[in-house]
């Protein structure tokens, strides 16, 4: 009687451990970041050159602008006496004071005055009201008129002059002074400018 075949051999399991990954992060985090796109780069807008005005050298707002100098006249004569009495007087203070001040008269016949000025800001808000009213306090009933422009002779400008006049008779007196004289002869003195100032 004939043996059965013998079943074929199983192949032998493998206990061999499986290789461990390197760390629990799952492959498809691994792979490296993508680029990001590209954005559009704008093109750079055309440089468009605008003029400017120059201002000028720096200075206080509202500086009055260079005039001519001081140019005598009747009228002008006429208005430092009115001025000087409304100081006097205390009539006039402030922004009411500037104005008369740094006002020059171009006419005063009949009851309309006309002044002229450089700084219009001192014609603003109720100041040549206020000026009216003072000179009617000293006799003067009169309408006054103010109009921009240079101004070449007025109380203000007349004490400027004046003061400058007086400024060099005392540095004349002190130059001419033997004392004065010897001291920077001899010791080689020196006056500083702007130091010297008139009494009063």
Known sequence: MALPAPAAAE?????APWPE???????????????????PVAAAAPVVRVPVR???????LDQPRPSAPLQPTPEGEFWAGVVRQLIDAGAIAA?????????????????????RIERES???GNNRE???AALQSIGHAVELVVEPGVVVDSPARRNAAE????????????????????MMRDFGGTIVPGTLKPVS
Do not use: C, K, M, Y
């Not at 120059?54 to 206080?60: C, E, K, M, S």
């Not at 001040?101 to 006309?114: F, K, T």
């Open 122 to 124: 001192l014609n603003q």
């Open 21 to 39: 990954p390197d760390d629990d992060t799952p492959p498809w985090d691994a792979l490296p970041p993508a680029a990001p796109a590209a954005r």
């Open 11 to 15: 192949p032998p399991l493998d206990d």
């Open 130 to 132: 206020r000026l009216a």
């Open 163 to 182: 003061a400058e006049r007086r400024q060099r008779e005392a540095e004349q007196q002190i130059l001419a002074d033997p004392f004065v004289q010897t």
């Open 54 to 60: 120059d201002p000028g050298a720096p200075g206080r």
């Open 95 to 115: 922004l009411v004071r500037e104005l008369a001040l740094q006002s020059q008269l171009l006419s005063h016949d009949g009851p309309r005055w006309v002044l």
